[in-house]
């Protein structure tokens, strides 16, 4: 099946900073990459997500670029403000069937005002 | 609220003890997910449903451990003889078949603790 590794599993930036999160995917039929945010106590919302035939996504401050070749796929924050402090979680799914969903370990995020 | 709802948002019971999840989907999705989610982990995939179809079951599901979706509308969860290992938040999602973009719209959880 799917495995999702993540890195790296907490990162602290100075707001305005930019803030990268990597994740690699194991079985090559995946084309789906949705990114979810978690913030403490809620749940998993999708902010942004990318299919293996576009290299890069972007959408205001966040961005998401794959590689299929090496199956990985990163999430860029830039000009980092407090409320993007979360739980980030990448995931992969291959869109043919029912599309289950393999999450990565997760990437706590937090911005330092 | 139109979004995915889950009930109750917390359960406490008793090692040995069986406890029963719902989960409300969006009304016009006919896929819907389970997942269990442990501390400082990513959700993992428990069971999927297609309409009143229960198409898959993780490993991770234990024989203690069932799913029913009757009339392809809500969800039920039950776990029997519960243990410690399965303090957890159980998280519902649900989408819509069809679509080229399989966004999964989660559910607020219930958070799951066996004494």
């Known amino acids: 099946g799917e495995n999702v590794e993540q890195h790296p599993s907490t990162l602290s930036v100075q707001e305005g900073d930019s803030a990268v999160i990597k994740c690699t995917y194991s079985?090559?039929?995946?084309?789906?990459f949705p990114w979810y945010k978690q913030e403490l106590g809620k749940r998993p919302q999708l902010i942004i997500d990318i299919r293996s035939n576009v290299g890069e996504k972007k959408d205001q401050r966040i961005a998401v670029t794959l590689n299929k070749t090496a199956k990985h796929f990163s999430l860029h924050i830039t000009e980092t403000q407090p409320e993007d402090s979360a739980v980030y979680f990448c995931a992969a799914s291959f869109s043919g069937g029912y599309q289950k969903v393999t999450f990565g370990t997760g990437t706590k995020l937090q911005v330092i005002p | 609220d139109t979004g995915v709802s889950q009930d109750p948002r917390h359960k406490i019971t008793k090692r040995g003890q069986n406890v029963t999840f719902r989960c409300d989907p969006i009304?016009?999705?006919?896929?819907l997910y389970w997942y269990r989610q442990t501390l400082g982990q990513g959700p993992e995939f428990l069971t999927y449903?297609?309409?009143?179809?229960?198409?898959?079951k993780s490993r991770l599901l234990s024989d203690r451990f069932s799913a029913e979706r009757p009339k392809g509308s809500f969800s039920t969860l039950e776990i029997q003889r519960t243990e410690q290992g399965d303090s957890a938040m159980y998280l519902c999602?649900?989408?819509?078949?069809?679509?080229?973009?399989?966004?999964?719209?989660f559910g607020p959880g219930t958070r799951l603790t066996v004494l």
């Open positions: 009304s016009e999705h006919n896929r």
């Open positions: 079985d090559s039929a995946s084309n789906y």
């Open positions: 999602a649900s989408s819509r078949a069809g679509l080229v973009k399989n966004e999964q719209f």
């Open positions: 449903f297609q309409n009143e179809a229960q198409l898959e």
